[in-house]
């Protein structure tokens, strides 16, 4: 039987443990009526995740040069035996009916070109989330706000016709938001994406905020590069540092009323975060417009771990 869904998914690195539990979360949601193909796309780890993928049905692993999860989704994309293709980062967990989900959508909604799931947080203690893991909750993967207002799909948890795919072209490089850019491509060329709650996938929360603030120093980036091709003058950019460093008290209405965590500890610890990553990143952006070098800017945050 063709598989009638085939899932990629970019790895680098990723400790053993995600990988393997990715697969069999994905392993569970085949049936006699749906085969799934797995690819896992290895993008240059030190050990190949042989082990991870071992003893799972229909896995292919490859290897992918080109640095960037982009390029390895491509490839995954092109090795694909079915009409409809998904992606997930190896990271995460599927929850039980993603798949069929996913493929009783996309078969019933002949309108419908690319679909974007919801995206939760894997807590290692549900009941007593991190103050980071609360933050993650409201406002890392906003997945229905990136569909519906800024027209692209998270490929954290995304599903689109492999035509579609092939027509759009493939995801960029390392150096780009590829996700953003290809999902707004998609948009513009006219094909509908729509948010689909029910296929929802769990992802783990940054460690530490440390972490966390490497992941907004990649965005800040782009987002000074896509400013300087848009802006003449720095007034916009100092606006929007001030503005970033003020935003915590008019987002605390949205904290206080989220249906994405509960409890006042919780809360509490929601808006002490948020408060952190915004004044970190205005502080990061004023860093940028200094200097200029946003992509070097990056490169030198990371290596420094700061």
Not at 221 to 241: I, M, N, T, V, Y
């Amino acid at each position: 039987m063709q598989p009638q869904l085939t899932v990629i998914i970019p790895h680098l690195n990723e400790p053993e443990g995600n990988l393997r539990r990715c697969l069999l979360a994905l392993d569970s949601q085949t049936a006699p009526h749906l085969r799934l193909q797995i690819i896992v796309v290895d993008n240059g780890s030190v050990l190949l995740p042989s082990a991870a993928c071992a003893d799972i049905p229909d896995v292919l692993l490859e290897r992918e040069a080109t640095p960037g999860p982009g390029p390895a989704r491509n490839l995954g994309a092109m090795l694909a035996k079915s009409d409809l293709l998904a992606f997930v980062d190896a990271d995460c967990v599927v929850e039980p009916g993603w798949a069929q989900t996913i493929v009783d959508t996309m078969n019933s909604r002949p309108d419908v070109d690319v679909v974007g799931g919801d995206i939760g947080i894997l807590m290692a203690n549900p009941a007593r989330p991190t103050a980071i893991e609360a933050y993650e909750c409201v406002y890392s993967y906003r997945a229905q706000l990136y569909v519906e207002r800024h027209g692209y799909a998270a490929t954290g948890n995304m599903a689109v016709r492999a035509s579609v795919f092939r027509h759009v072209g493939p995801f960029g490089g390392i150096g780009t938001m590829e996700d953003t850019a290809w999902g707004q491509r998609a948009t513009a060329l006219g094909f509908k994406t729509v948010f689909l709650p029910e296929a929802k996938v769990l992802t783990p929360s940054c460690k530490s905020f440390v972490e966390l603030a490497r992941r907004w120093d990649r965005h800040v980036a782009h987002q000074f590069d896509d400013w300087k091709r848009g802006q003449s003058a720095g007034l916009a950019w100092f606006a929007a540092c001030c503005a970033m460093a003020g935003s915590p008290v008019f987002e605390a209405f949205r904290v206080l009323t989220s249906n994405r965590i509960s409890g006042a500890r919780n809360r509490l610890f929601t808006l002490a975060c948020l408060t952190r990553v915004r004044l970190y990143r205005a502080k990061r952006m004023l860093d940028v417009a200094r200097r200029h070098r946003a992509a070097s800017l990056v490169e030198n945050w990371n290596r420094e771990g700061v």
